[in-house]
């Protein structure tokens, strides 16, 4: 993901500043036997914190000086996953 603006308002844009460009890695590999499929993942591999948004309680041009909120990703989750074909 690039570097992007939270709104398109140019006030709001300049308080809430430029969101950081980001990348994330995902991984997974399965195997396959008789009716079973086994499958290992790992989401956001490197355990990158990213700001997938970010915005304010309270509009700017509306309040002046205000609090901002970023929202993260997820970090790195592992897991197994399993099913039956019938």
């Excluded at 140019?10 to 499929?37: H, K, M």
């Excluded at 309040?63 to 990703?73: E, L, S, T, V």
């Amino acid at each position: 993901m690039g570097a992007r603006t939270a709104d398109l308002r140019l006030a709001a844009a300049e308080a809430l500043g430029v969101e950081p460009s980001y990348t994330v890695a995902d991984f997974s590999a399965g195997l396959e036997a008789g009716n079973f499929t086994y499958e290992l993942y790992v989401n956001n591999a490197f355990d990158k914190r990213a700001v997938l948004d970010r915005s304010a309680e309270c509009d700017v041009e509306s309040c002046g000086q205000i609090a901002i909120y970023n929202f993260p990703n997820q970090p790195r989750i592992i897991g197994v996953k399993l099913a039956e074909k019938f």
